[in-house]
């Protein structure tokens, strides 16, 4: 049998970190994934589908520490269904992708956050090591749209 996911989808908020009562970090995700499509009226219709994800161990940090909102993800894993209990005892179900990969899309700087980029790039008013590419050179490649939907409207992100 097989229980396999893949996606590759922008963050809705920054990770949430916590740990187990052993001590072993986890690392909560909200990955959204956009779809696009005509229907039937010829209307373009616009859909985004939200995935929780769990990340484990000292991936769960590097997300935590690494991770924004916006930033582009490939997670790799596999579905899980927890069952709970509410407040009121009732019980609850939640399907959410046990990540056994979390890799990062983005290039540094890419998420708008042009200070961290800075702050990455300046030790105590020192450059760091002169092998580290230019921000200039950052802003020339491009690597194109993480999404076909995002070819046109780069600028607007769903959260």
Request: one cysteine or more; aromatic letters at 8%; glycine letters at 8%.
């Amino acid at each position: 049998m097989l229980n396999k996911v893949m996606i590759i989808g922008r963050l809705g908020r920054d990770p949430e970190l916590r740990y187990t009562q052993s001590g072993a970090p986890v690392a909560s995700l909200n990955v959204a994934t956009d779809e696009s499509y005509t229907d039937r009226d010829g209307n373009k219709v616009d859909r985004t589908e939200w995935h929780r994800v769990s990340v484990f161990q000292r991936q769960a940090e590097n997300c935590a520490n690494y991770l924004a909102k916006g930033s582009l993800v490939y997670v790799e894993g596999s579905l899980q269904t927890r069952k709970w209990q509410d407040q009121q005892g009732q019980d609850r179900y939640t399907t959410e992708i046990k990540a056994n990969r979390v890799q990062f899309l983005d290039r540094k700087g890419d998420r708008g956050d042009s200070a961290a980029f800075e702050d990455d790039q300046m030790a105590g008013g020192q450059k760091k090591s002169a092998h580290e590419p230019s921000r200039q050179h950052l802003q020339d490649e491009d690597i194109g749209p993480a999404f076909p939907s995002e070819a046109s409207t780069m600028d607007k992100v769903p959260f």
